[in-house]
């Protein structure tokens, strides 16, 4: 029994080997063919079988391999040339603002504005120390004709002598407030020409001459303005002979003389300490 299938097992290996043997035969032609037409050789004929081969037919009558592992990746092939400029595209949106730029150059000085309008008043100010202490004015008269010439003219009648600065012991202004002083007087001349100076230390600033006019009553003035020092003296006086002394004064005639500080010679607070 045994023996009946091996001899029946050779037989058909032998078929099967005799018609593997055609086959591989037909195959190696169909491969020549196959070569030929990608050659570009012409095919034989009209009756010439062009079909493609059956891959299957190999496969099925051949023991299949088991698949191979995939080759490794080529490597990458040279970059193309560059290609033509496409159509040119829409316009696109709006971008968003960009970050802000730091802060420019200084520029040019620009011409002067127009003038403003003036600016409301100040603030008052604190009160001085000059209001209460830098007092300083006197007005003086004549009840008399000046019965002397070239002394200092006695004022006897006063007007205001508060700080009692004109001494009518002396006749004089004495200066007990450094700064500026105005001076004036307004005379009456009656009877003989008058000539007066106004005298600062012993030193005659200014002159008034009158010349009397029979049967009138004249009137002789001036004035001044003096930067004095403390313990400074300012009178008037008559000058020259007994002829001068014109200087008149009665119940409805006066002769004055007056003065006042305009302003002190206030220290600075440097001075002041
Ligand atoms: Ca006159």
Redesign the pocket.
């Known amino acids: 029994m045994t023996l009946v299938w091996k001899i029946l097992l050779g037989i058909l290996l032998i078929g099967r080997l005799g018609q593997g043997q055609d086959l591989l035969e037909e195959d190696l032609k169909q491969i020549a063919m196959d070569e030929e037409a990608e050659e570009g050789g012409e095919p034989e004929g009209p009756g010439t079988d062009v079909s493609q081969p059956d891959d299957r037919q190999p496969c099925a009558m051949w023991m299949g391999g088991v698949p191979g592992t995939p080759g490794h990746s080529g490597q990458p092939g040279r970059d193309g040339r560059d290609g033509h400029d496409g159509p040119r595209g829409e316009k696109g949106d709006k971008g968003e603002a960009g970050e802000e730029g730091g802060p420019g150059q200084k520029g040019d000085v620009g011409p002067a504005g127009p003038r403003g309008f003036p600016g409301n008043p100040g603030l008052k100010g604190a009160r001085g120390d000059s209001a209460l202490s830098y007092h300083s004015a006197f007005s003086v008269g004549l009840k008399e004709l000046v019965p002397a010439t070239n002394v200092p003219i006695r004022f006897n009648k006063f007007f205001y002598n508060d700080q009692h600065h004109y001494d009518d012991v002396s006749g004089k202004f004495r200066c007990v407030l450094p700064g500026v002083y105005f001076f004036t007087y307004h005379l009456t001349?009656y009877t003989k020409d008058a000539k007066v100076g106004l005298y600062k230390n012993d030193k005659a600033i200014m002159f008034t001459y009158?010349?009397?006019?029979e049967s009138?009553v004249?009137q002789a003035s001036g004035s001044v303005i003096l930067r004095l020092e403390a313990e400074d003296e300012v009178w008037l006086q008559v000058y020259g002979d007994e002829g001068f002394g014109g200087v008149y004064a009665d119940n409805t005639n006066d002769s004055t003389f007056s003065g006042f500080l305009l302003y002190p010679a206030i220290p600075t607070p440097a001075q002041r300490r």
Not at 210 to 213: A, R
């Open positions: 001349v009158d010349q009397y006019q009138n004249d």
